[in-house]
């Protein structure tokens, strides 16, 4: 079992539409990171976060400690959108390496 | 564009060659870590530089891997010799200091044929 499980894998969704994508950790945790890659293969980072909420434009970004478990929403998606999203996180032993989810492809339709 | 930089952007080789990558960080980041990231998957860190001395190679196959940051600024790492599994996006990213937001180059893609 991977340290960080994203779900879903793949998800398609109408201009719009609100979008979440989950992320379940099973380590202790410094840090949780949301990034966004797009198909040439550079990755942004969205979030940097270690409780509660945070907000970017029409990017949310939650985690909860005690579920070990963080969600990434999109509000009125558009198809810029449309990119591999992962989570990755800083656990509490390993320093600033990171590990990765697999990532999840979103696509959003016109 | 982003803000590292990396060369070459596509690399194609035969196996058994020797290939190198090149990456110059962010003006003033210390930290510099190369990730290798096959299709499907999320990125493996590969090796992690705090200025010119390694911090964690552990995941770096060392046979056939080698990694420098000399002066602590720019940093190359090179395969030789290249094997067909090691096709992949090879990314590199800096930050000011191990912790904070990591900053990532566009990467460079590796085919082995």
């Known amino acids: 079992k991977n340290e960080v499980e994203q779900s879903p894998q793949?998800?398609?969704?109408?201009?719009?539409?609100?979008?979440?994508?989950?992320?379940?950790?099973?380590?202790?945790?410094?840090?949780?990171?949301?990034l966004q890659q797009?198909?040439?293969?550079?990755?942004?980072?969205?979030?940097?976060?270690s409780s509660g909420k945070k907000k970017h434009g029409r990017l949310i970004a939650t985690i909860n400690i005690?579920?070990?478990?963080?969600?990434?929403?999109?509000t009125a998606s558009h198809p810029r959108d449309s990119a591999v999203y992962i989570c990755a996180v800083s656990s509490?032993?390993?320093?600033?390496?990171l590990t990765f989810g697999e990532g999840t492809q979103l696509t959003v339709n016109p | 564009e982003?803000?590292?930089a990396q060369s070459p952007r596509?690399?194609?080789?035969?196996?058994?060659?020797?290939?190198?990558?090149?990456?110059?960080?962010?003006?003033?980041?210390?930290?510099?870590y190369w990730y290798r990231q096959i299709l499907g998957q999320g990125p493996e860190l590969l090796v992690q530089f705090q200025d010119e001395s390694v911090v964690d190679d552990s995941q770096l196959p060392k046979d056939r891997f080698s990694a420098e940051r000399l002066k602590?600024?720019?940093?190359t790492l090179k395969i030789q010799p290249?094997?067909?599994?090691?096709?992949?996006?090879?990314?590199?990213?800096?930050?000011?200091?191990?912790g904070q937001p990591q900053h990532f180059g566009d990467g460079t893609r590796l085919s082995i044929l």
């Open chain 1, 10 to 34: 793949n998800l398609t969704a109408q201009e719009g539409e609100f979008i979440t994508i989950n992320c379940s950790y099973s380590v202790g945790i410094s840090a949780l990171h949301w």
């Open chain 1, 38 to 49: 797009h198909p040439g293969g550079g990755i942004v980072s969205l979030f940097m976060l």
């Open chain 1, 66 to 74: 005690q579920e070990k478990h963080s969600s990434l929403h999109i």
């Open chain 1, 92 to 97: 509490e032993t390993s320093g600033s390496r």
């Open chain 2, 2 to 4: 982003a803000e590292v």
């Open chain 2, 10 to 32: 596509y690399k194609i080789t035969e196996k058994s060659q020797a290939v190198a990558f090149w990456c110059d960080p962010i003006s003033g980041h210390a930290t510099l």
């Open chain 2, 72 to 75: 602590g600024v720019d940093s």
């Open chain 2, 82 to 98: 290249a094997e067909l599994g090691d096709s992949a996006m090879y990314l590199c990213a800096s930050s000011l200091t191990g």
